[in-house]
């Protein structure tokens, strides 16, 4: 498990955050959250090139690489305020998926046991299992809910003939009891698969699936609402999965298998950042970012952007839970509190040692 850097081109950390080793904890000791990335793309059923995501994620921005984001909405710095470190890639061979998926899983484990939270950068969704799989052997077996967003269920039995594969990882999961079914969380479901068997299984085991008529008949704040009432209860923490094909395949082209009809940007990025903000995330991936499929990197800074959402989120709960509150609320004008001349609008601020609900 020592640090081999990218697997693929060359070695650079998120955005400029310091190198870990998982082998020497004394070079990661204190971590709060532990970037981790996954190249791996051997379970695709389609285009092949997911393999390429944790490279693009770590180096698509058009900032410095200076280790330093100052959220405009919340008002924190997740990684100035968070001690955060990159592992580096999990060596994960062509071909050998039971043995790369082992290798993340145990790195996963690893640096949830250490303290931190993985953010694992993919990859194709095969690596959900492993990822999940490693959070819930440090917090409990059964003990984490799940909030899934894709355009695909990935609860099938087989991909191809095997058990391992990108449209499988959910049902693996549910299967070994490292999750309950009956609080796995999917958003953004459509299209033309699972076939009717696939979503009685899922019916017979409690999940609760989203698809996008729903939300759009709803609303997204309304279903995140009750979705978030299912993870929180009789679970400690929350593990989140990003399938970048959630949004619609105009604005994240970069990805294995599109389907037209989804997210937009904006609902991807706030529902993460809420995710974040008002629940105890244990563990997140962000995956099926295939470069080799985008247009002008739009998928690949939308998947950073994901990330920098959670751990803004992340950093702002913590901020939250102290003694001093919050710094601010995202809905709140920008301005607020810098200038007397920068107006109040009609939204309230708490007062001094009030905390929002979390």
């Not at 484990?109 to 931190?116: E, I, P, S, W």
């Not at 995330?281 to 295939?290: H, I, K, L």
């Not at 989120?313 to 809905?331: L, N």
Request: hydrophobic content about 40%; aromatic content about 6%.
């Amino acid at each position: 498990m020592t640090r081999i850097g990218n697997m693929y081109g060359p070695d650079a950390t998120f955005l400029g955050v310091p190198a870990a080793d998982l082998s020497d904890p004394d070079s990661w000791a204190g971590t709060d959250i532990m970037i981790i990335g996954a190249p791996f793309d051997g379970g695709t059923s389609h285009r092949p090139g997911a393999r390429f995501g944790p490279q693009a994620i770590r180096f698509t921005d058009y900032l410095p690489h200076d280790g330093s984001r100052p959220h405009l909405a919340l008002g924190v710095d997740p990684l100035a305020e968070m001690k955060i470190a990159d592992a580096g890639d999990v060596e994960m061979p062509a071909g050998q998926t039971e043995l790369s998926l082992r290798r993340l899983e145990d790195a996963v484990h690893r640096a949830a046991a250490g303290g931190a939270v993985p953010v694992i950068l993919g990859g194709d969704h095969t690596i959900a299992l492993p990822d999940a799989t490693g959070v819930a052997r440090h917090v409990g077996w059964g003990r984490i809910s799940v909030i899934h967003f894709d355009a695909h269920a990935d609860t099938g039995d087989t991909h191809f003939g095997s058990l391992y594969g990108h449209g499988t990882p959910m049902r693996r999961l549910i299967e070994s009891g490292a999750v309950r079914g009956d609080r796995f969380l999917q958003l953004g479901l459509r299209g033309y698969w699972p076939e009717p068997p696939t979503l009685d299984w899922m019916a017979a085991r409690g999940m609760r699936s989203y698809e996008m008529a729903e939300i759009v008949a709803r609303g997204l704040d309304e279903c995140l609402t009750e979705a978030f009432a299912i993870a929180l209860d009789d679970c400690d923490a929350v593990f989140v999965s990003v399938d970048v094909d959630v949004v619609d395949p105009g604005l994240a082209p970069g990805t294995g298998t599109p389907e037209p009809g989804g997210f937009s940007s904006r609902q991807l990025l706030d529902a993460v950042r809420r995710i974040a903000m008002e629940l105890p995330v244990a563990g997140m991936d962000v995956v099926e970012v295939a470069p080799p499929y985008d247009h002008a990197e739009v998928t690949a800074y939308l998947a950073n952007r994901v990330v920098l959402e959670a751990l803004s989120g992340i950093a702002w709960r913590r901020r939250a839970t102290s003694k001093d509150g919050p710094p601010r609320r995202p809905e709140w004008p920008l301005l607020r509190g810098r200038d007397a001349r920068a107006g109040g609008g009609d939204i309230d601020e708490p007062q001094a040692g009030n905390r929002p609900d979390l």
